[in-house]
């Protein structure tokens, strides 16, 4: 009758941690595929972004975020000055969107 109660127990006790592990193991891999499918990807496309703003130097064409297109004539700190046709316009650097190249008008 002891090792009967004991036996029920040790099983309530194993199926506690079991059920706190089972509640967690989930969490954890919804916790990592969140990672993977959304931090990771984002973190590339600014990594990328950042890289090809560092590399736009006077002379480059651009196109803003507003869709506004111009040409780099001077680069001050955190900020460009571009020519839009006869007038200039001060963006910052984050509100550049991509720059323009010769090789893609050709294709």
């Known amino acids: ?12 006790e194993s199926t506690d941690g ?6 967690l193991f989930p969490l954890v891999i919804l916790g990592g595929l969140f990672y993977v ?6 973190r590339r496309r600014q990594r990328r972004m950042d890289q090809m703003r560092s590399e736009i130097g006077v002379g480059d064409e651009v196109r803003t ?13 955190d900020e460009f000055t571009i020519d839009i046709g006869g007038q200039t316009m001060r963006v910052v ?6 720059r323009l190249s010769d090789d893609e008008d050709d294709s």
């Open 1 to 12: 009758m002891f090792s009967i109660a004991m036996t029920l127990v040790f099983a309530q």
């Open 18 to 23: 079991g059920g706190l592990i089972a509640f």
């Open 37 to 42: 499918l959304l931090i990771l990807p984002q």
């Open 65 to 77: 975020i507003g869709g506004i297109i111009g040409t780099v004539v001077r680069e001050d700190g």
């Open 93 to 98: 650097k984050r509100a550049v969107a991509e």
